[in-house]
């Protein structure tokens, strides 16, 4: 039986002071993309399945590592619409792979050709194709963080506590360092369906259905008794909706004693909620410095 952790609680609105002391601007390498961003070289585009869909881009640890861990992202978008190329933001790759993580976004099956279910299948899947291919592609399977914005959140935290993913791809808890689910807002669908935006209800409706028991199932404020992913770092802005749903999630994770950091950020509405997924690698976002922290840690590094 998995070793019980103790639950840690991190809750900062971190500041322009904080930043000021915490962060640790990098030496980039290469040319700027768009925003400014790095550009990232030895990006290989690759399927993992026989979907279109189901692809992803795999950017190798800058400095020659083969030992790096991996950094695994999933967009959002609604279950229905959304990118690897659109979605991921533009700081992501050239931020973790400077930092000596391979980095890694996928594309996954979307609402309604597939099902919520089929895409956090797909999120399994696409991890146990790149650990299957780890060493060619230079790697440490042992050690890797699955991480999404929005939708993206859900999934991730779907397959961080519901284990039934991660073994139907011949996986496990134990094939996970930890989970970065960044401003999800459905982690409890039932109470989200109930009690979020109205503007959203009909994407809900569409994604989740209206059976409870099946809203329960994919649900990870429901799943996450134990066991669960070793770790979690659940990352939001101060929608209040979003607040709640991970407020609710922490709770759960804890009594599960799962360990949990929750960290919250500026930034309201569907600005706050994109800012946090654009932004996150960029050295003068407030969130970058926190993520990076919590990954050396689980990490070992």
């Known amino acids: 039986?998995?070793?019980?952790?103790?639950?840690?609680?991190?809750?900062?609105?971190?500041?322009?002071?904080?930043?000021?002391?915490?962060?640790?601007?990098?030496?980039?390498?290469?040319?700027?993309?768009?925003?400014?961003?790095?550009?990232v070289p030895g990006k290989q585009t690759l399927a993992y399945g026989s979907d279109p869909l189901q692809s992803l881009d795999f950017y190798p640890a800058q400095g020659a590592r083969r030992d790096a861990p991996l950094v695994l992202f999933v967009h959002g978008g609604g279950w229905k619409r959304g990118s690897k190329d659109n979605a991921d933001g533009t700081w992501k790759a050239p931020h973790f792979t400077q930092a000596g993580y391979a980095y890694a976004s996928i594309n996954y099956r979307l609402v309604p050709e597939a099902t919520v279910e089929q895409q956090a299948a797909d999120v399994a899947s696409a991890l146990k194709y790149l650990v299957s291919h780890a060493a060619s592609l230079g790697f440490d399977p042992h050690r890797v963080v699955i991480m999404g914005h929005s939708a993206g959140a859900h999934l991730v935290a779907l397959v961080g506590t519901d284990e039934r993913y991660l073994k139907g791809a011949g996986l496990s808890f134990a094939s996970l360092k930890g989970v970065v689910p960044i401003d999800?807002?459905?982690?409890?669908?039932?109470?989200?369906?109930?009690?979020?935006?109205?503007?959203?209800?009909?994407?809900?409706?569409?994604?989740?259905?209206?059976?409870?028991?099946?809203?329960?199932?994919?649900?990870?404020?429901?799943?996450?008794?134990?066991?669960?992913?070793?770790?979690?770092?659940?990352?939001?802005?101060?929608?209040?909706?979003?607040?709640?749903?991970?407020?609710?999630?922490?709770?759960?994770?804890?009594?599960?004693?799962?360990?949990?950091?929750?960290?919250?950020?500026?930034?309201?509405?569907?600005?706050?909620?994109a800012e946090v997924n654009r932004s996150l690698g960029d050295p003068a976002y407030a969130a970058t410095p926190v993520v990076d922290s919590w990954l050396k840690r689980v990490f070992g590094g």
């Open 1 to 39: 039986m998995r070793k019980a952790l103790l639950a840690l609680i991190l809750v900062p609105i971190v500041g322009a002071t904080d930043l000021a002391e915490a962060r640790e601007r990098p030496r980039w390498a290469g040319r700027t993309g768009a925003n400014g961003a790095p550009s």
């Open 184 to 273: 999800g807002a459905a982690y409890d669908v039932t109470a989200q369906m109930r009690e979020g935006p109205r503007i959203m209800r009909d994407t809900y409706t569409q994604a989740f259905g209206v059976d409870p028991a099946r809203q329960r199932a994919l649900s990870p404020t429901a799943q996450a008794l134990a066991p669960n992913a070793p770790a979690f770092l659940l990352i939001h802005v101060q929608r209040p909706d979003g607040i709640k749903q991970n407020e609710a999630l922490e709770a759960a994770l804890r009594a599960a004693h799962t360990q949990v950091e929750r960290s919250g950020f500026p930034g309201t509405g569907l600005k706050g909620h």
